[in-house]
């Protein structure tokens, strides 16, 4: 518990995934964040995290560089940290 606020982290869950059961699983973390429960999602798939998250906390070598929303403003910077070019989300 965080302030009273449920915590619950999923590592890598689209792992192995499918683009079907990819949204699935991003439309049951809505949910649980409607539900008022604070997600952490550790991921490299840059199509969950635009159809899942509000921010992108990038973590390296022990420090955290980034502090992204994730808004059509910071897409350029999104697409630099996941490594994708343009184009290439669905």
Known sequence: ???GKDLLIFD???SGLDFDS???VAGLIRRLSDMGKVIFIVTHDFEFVCRTCSRVLHFDEGKMPDDVPVTMDAL???RELF???EGKER
């Open 1 to 3: 518990m965080i302030c």
């Open 12 to 14: 890598e869950p689209t």
């Open 22 to 24: 990819m949204t699935q």
């Open 76 to 78: 350029p910077k999104l």
């Open 83 to 85: 490594s994708v070019s």
